[in-house]
């Protein structure tokens, strides 16, 4: 496998925690991050982004492996239980692969 | 007579329960609310400027142990009768403890269209309430835990978004004072009643959502969001007329203690004690308490002040 | 002269088809049509509660009426002279059955502009006006069908935001009163020409998008959304004069008439007739009926009032 | 291939289908849904979402390959003939499998 | 004493150092500046109604040059003296031969409030002088190369955001007059000030972000970022005076020259001079010129004009 | 592989770039475009859509594998250097493939 191919993280959680996750993601060493806001559903309900308290956000990082799998075990032992939280994980091609 | 605004919160509450599709846009949502809150503090900062800071000190302190007493009496009524878990119960209490912007706008609405004075320092009462009860009800639920963050704490509560635009808008006025602001009249005190309007229509769509959650809940969380805020009310009123405030002063007193946070509570709970499921606070305080405040207890406690001046007033 | 709203309108038109990047927000857009949703609705409102209810039904049947022969006369034009496919002409029709909110606004402003007095019971109309044209719209197009989901119809038209804003309008006006409703008229009555002038300035950016898919179309539907509104006029005029209305009350349901939905229109046939190709209608409603309605019909629709008067008025 | 493998289903269509896509979606036995707000174009032209009538939404849907094939083939059915509607799917790598 | 709207800019540049979550959404900035742009345009166009359009050339063309001049001299400093590369000096260069609407929007406050009378065509000049310096420092950066597509360079600036609202806004109130316009004065007119002030509480907001990268680039930013506008206060004075203008017309047009461009061209640079740093730019005109100039530097180009004219004026 | 696989470039960048963009996607032969606003850090710092000139466009083209590499290669050369910027691959499954 070419050393172009990295690991695309992507986050959908509660917009509450943006500051936070920001932090944990840029101490456990991703280079950068990409934020949209959304809204749906899951296990914890409808959040519809109809106010504040009630939308989500979908992050995605690009890593090395081992990062992204450093940032997905933190965030599940640290928020699974209490948030409403999914996380996945695919290969992507990038183009400059030093930069992540 | 019912006050019209009031009118636009039952009719967003009714559109919401009929599965209508309006909504306002969260950024008009937020517009809505920075102006009430920039109001509100410039009316309390103009009005402050007149009179000598020191002598508001007690009063302060005393407002904000009212705030440190109110989740008190909450959190056992909700541990032991209510039977909810510890955390539950300490999130829900630090709501009750804390105060809801948008009832304390419907109460000046309300006092100006009846003329009624009261003492200009509530703003200040509102900011000092607000924060007390985040605090105890953090403790209550996880102890002096060396987990807590209290530096990230005592960020979220003192620069979250209400607090910080109230403590500006009473700078700004304390500063500029009312003459200096009569250019800015016209959009922030002039259109204040319309605005709030606005704002209720959309707390009313917002209430009709957590409205649902209550029958999951059951009898205990309802009959809590009615009697609460009855209680607080009797001890707001009780600190208001001790402070030696007048009748408007006592009944705004009373309003701010029965008023339970839907906005800066909830988002410090959700960081600071996040076992706590936000649904059940959120369906109490804004699905029963602040509709119940707003178009029913106001004028009871008004009443209330009225009752407690007449036996034990100066 | 024009009215200055309608430079704003010809202002946003020019900046579209320049090509500026000059939008606004989606959140304004809507911010902006509630406020003159609710306005529109709550001035009803207050007139209505000065009049007794029922005299009122004979008016609502009449106007209905009038809301299902439109598309009627509508679609046999547009399936047979305009060679569109069935379910574009009831879609089409559909549209000019219907009534378009910024039309009425902008009467609204001219009529009061001029001191032109109108039965106060025109918002009531549109309601009423809005509803029939789209279910005609949908059994032209697909028959009784069973595949029709009428529930779901029905509650997309009867809860959609426009209508349920100007229902709510016209409600709390009812109830509260002009009186009561002082408080909050510096918001939704003092500013109301102001809020309708970025309104126009917005739909004129949205019309520049509509014109250029009009050159795909073709002659007949610029020919069809200039006559179709006229002869509309005429019958809405008719209808108004035999009801006994004023001048000004004839003319207003001339312009009703002549209006074409670009809102709530779109929105039902878009879910209940899919097939119907949806830039078409909009073509027509937004970049032919609309400019033409605001810019010069709306005077041409009150000297027809005039004319029916002079002649057959009573 | 392991448990933890699920299906990324990603729909691009008229937001004014969202009601009625997200029943459909939650029928055909999906766990849970993402949506963001977008605009763009396609064989139906440009939507750039300037007012209501015109914008798209971005739904995501993680679910087993079999659900995800259904809701494809559903909105296949129903939607393709007269909406703007694009979808495509891709695995993904989920942490708890057992709530998608 | 300081404008009450110049507090909301402190208020707001101190919430945002104090790193608080306060933040108005992107949606309401925008209705909030085309709101200011188009009040402005409004203004200067009924005041243009009253004079020959004829006598307003010589001058324009002199606002023209002077809006030449200004990069042409900002930009040899910025290159020898601070030792930035070619296209970074060119970018601020032009950043600071442009003007900002909002020291404009300030400077209008000012001069309200005192009842100072300036010439009516200032709007104008404003537009006059946005464009000619993005164009001197795309020459500068890249000579008259045959990369830049100079059509779409001309689209840009001509049909930006702002420039087209106050191009229209100027039209609107030129062809309707002040009469006309009364409908629409409450929204537009009467809540100038307090949409003045949610604007100067954002513009603080995003001025804390850039004072922070003020701390990376050092020192030389700091001197020409209030230096650079006392200059070109002085070179705008002189032509107001050369021009004949009153006092107030004299000042105007320093704090023009004075301010720097922070929307129109960032956005323009972007696009045409992409290898400019935007940060360095931006951190010198959002985080020194505008809060220099609206907080001290007005007062101070006001006293210039008052000086230039007691000793050279007519 | 079938005919039913395409490529997924994913691109995130400055606003300011859309109506560049979009034209230079087009023209290198792509049939269609989603776009979603986002925020977000990278190595040109954080770029928090506070205001206009300072937010982030995430674009999604699905295409053939030689329309994708021609236009990632494009990007590269012409915004990389000056432009706050990344993309990124994948494969995904369409449904009908011809659109693409
Ligand atoms: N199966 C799913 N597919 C896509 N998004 C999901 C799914 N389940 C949950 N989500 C998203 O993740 C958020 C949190 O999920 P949960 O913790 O299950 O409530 C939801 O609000 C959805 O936005
Ligand atoms: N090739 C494509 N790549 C990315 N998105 C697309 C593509 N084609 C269409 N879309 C999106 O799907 C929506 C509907 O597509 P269509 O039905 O082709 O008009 C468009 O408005 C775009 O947002
Ligand atoms: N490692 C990463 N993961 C996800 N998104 C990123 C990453 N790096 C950069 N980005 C996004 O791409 C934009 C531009 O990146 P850059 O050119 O590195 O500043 C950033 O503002 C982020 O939104
Ligand atoms: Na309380
Ligand atoms: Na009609
Ligand atoms: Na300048």
Not at chain 1, 47 to 68: K, L, P, T
Not at chain 2, 227 to 249: D, E, K, N
Request: aromatic share 10%; charged share 15%.
């Amino acid at each position: 496998m070419s050393d172009n191919i990295k690991k695309l993280l992507t986050i959908v959680t509660e917009a509450a925690l943006e500051n936070i996750l920001v932090k944990d993601i840029e101490r456990l060493g991703a280079q950068g991050y990409t934020i949209t806001d959304a809204r749906g559903k899951g296990g914890r309900g409808v959040r519809n982004a109809a106010w504040d308290a009630n939308g989500n956000i979908r992050i995605e990082v690009i890593s090395d492996a081992a990062i992204a799998g450093q940032i997905a075990s933190h965030l599940k032992e640290t928020y699974y239980a209490n948030y409403a939280m999914i996380l996945f994980m695919s290969d992507v091609e990038v183009i400059r692969p030093e930069k992540f | 007579m019912l006050d019209p605004v009031i009118l636009f919160f039952i009719f967003g509450l009714s559109a919401g329960l009929l599965r209508s599709e309006l909504r306002l846009p969260p950024a008009i949502y937020d517009l809505v609310s920075i102006m009430l809150l920039l109001t509100i503090g410039m009316k309390g900062g103009i009005e402050l400027a007149k009179q000598p800071f020191l002598e508001l000190l007690p009063q302060m302190l005393a407002v904000i142990g009212l705030g440190i007493l109110l989740p008190l009496i909450a959190f056992p009524l909700l541990r032991y009768l209510g039977r909810f878990s510890r955390v539950d119960a300490a999130s829900i209490a630090a709501h009750y403890g804390s105060v809801s912007m948008g009832t304390f706008a419907v109460a000046v609405a309300y006092m100006s269209a009846r003329g009624i004075y009261y003492e200009e320092q509530m703003p200040l009462f509102v900011v000092m309430l607000e924060i007390p009860a985040i605090l105890v009800g953090i403790v209550i639920a996880k102890g002096f835990s060396k987990q807590t963050n209290w530096a990230q704490v005592g960020h979220e509560v003192l620069l979250g978004k209400s607090i910080i635009l109230m403590i500006g808008g009473l700078l700004i006025g304390w500063i500029a004072g009312a003459e200096q602001l009569a250019s800015i009249k016209p959009l922030f005190f002039d259109l204040f009643k319309g605005i709030l309007a606005l704002f209720l229509l959309e707390m009313g769509l917002i209430t009709s959502k957590h409205v649902g959650s209550l029958k999951k809940y059951g009898l205990f969380l309802i009959v809590f969001g009615i009697s609460m805020p009855m209680l607080s009310a009797v001890l707001g009123a009780a600190t208001g007329c001790l402070l030696g405030f007048s009748v408007g002063g006592t009944a705004m007193l009373a309003i701010l203690a029965a008023s339970a946070s839907y906005i800066a509570v909830p988002a410090a709970m959700r960081i600071s004690v996040p076992e706590a499921n936000p649904t059940l606070s959120l369906a109490a305080s804004l699905g029963i308490t602040f509709p119940f405040n707003v178009v029913i207890g106001i004028p009871i406690y008004y009443a209330m002040a009225e009752y407690i001046h007449a036996f034990f007033g100066a």
